[in-house]
């Protein structure tokens, strides 16, 4: 298992002010920005594009942005994300016509890649790839909006994936998504996850640092 990262989702964040927000979610102990991408399509709501990252970018954000595309089809536009300054890039399998082949583009675009389910998602679709993946991404909710319920059979799926992780002997990162809190944290850590996404628990709170801080303790 690797070291806890935690990334604040920024679906979650003041877009009139984003860059600033951004900046100061990061300073009070955020580690990678996590950046949700829907198209009104693939899911049922509509948010921000390679223009938004390549802005964040420009405004001096350095930190690693992670990429949540909730979008269909990716292959057309997962490269755009790269151009703009993405670190990593996730998809939905269900999303994509040929799983392999948007992995090979991701990663020759020059960014790390993830391969992302849903609640309903087998995780029979990590077969063949898991090898050439850099993160497994677990939905504990269903895609599309933030502020929902954490979904607990979420981590019945982490544990699964955390014992391919470990007999697969690579340092894949297990990342979960949905609902996370300070006060179900603890319990997702001990189902094997080791990046944390966290919209509305973040971002919804008065002072981020102080509740970052109680996430970070509890998850030791
Ligand atoms: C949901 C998004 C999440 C969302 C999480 O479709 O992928 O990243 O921002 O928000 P919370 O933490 O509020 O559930
Ligand atoms: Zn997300």
């Avoid at 703009?84 to 040929?98: K, N, R, V, W």
């Avoid at 392999?100 to 087998?122: E, H, S």
């Avoid at 993946?133 to 269903?142: A, F, H, K, P, T």
């Avoid at 002072?207 to 970070?216: F, L, N, P, Q």
């Amino acid at each position: 298992k690797q070291s806890p990262v935690i990334a604040p989702s920024i679906l979650s964040a003041d877009f009139a002010r984003l860059g600033e927000d951004t900046a100061k979610v990061l300073a009070a102990g955020g580690d990678w920005v996590h950046f949700d991408v829907m198209d009104n399509h693939y899911v049922p709501n509509l948010t921000m594009g390679p223009m938004v990252l390549k802005a964040l970018r420009d405004y001096g954000i350095a930190a690693p942005i992670d990429v949540h595309l909730m979008v269909k089809p990716v292959d057309r536009i997962a490269p755009d994300f790269a151009k703009a300054g993405a670190s990593l890039i996730s998809f939905h399998p269900e999303a994509s016509e040929h799983v392999d082949r948007t992995i090979g583009l991701i990663k020759d675009a020059g960014c790390q890649a993830g391969l992302v389910f849903n609640p309903a998602t087998p995780l029979n679709w990590l077969d063949h790839v898991l090898d050439k993946l850099d993160l497994v991404l677990i939905m504990s909710v269903n895609p599309g909006f933030g502020g929902q319920k954490f979904i607990p059979e979420a981590l019945e799926k982490l544990r699964r994936v955390r014992r391919l992780i470990d007999d697969s002997g690579r340092s894949i990162r297990l990342e979960v998504d949905g609902g996370v809190s300070a006060e179900n944290i603890a319990a997702i850590a001990a189902a094997g996850a080791d990046t944390f996404v966290a919209g509305s628990a973040i971002f919804g709170a008065p002072d981020y640092a102080s509740v970052i801080g109680k996430m970070r303790a509890a998850i030791g």
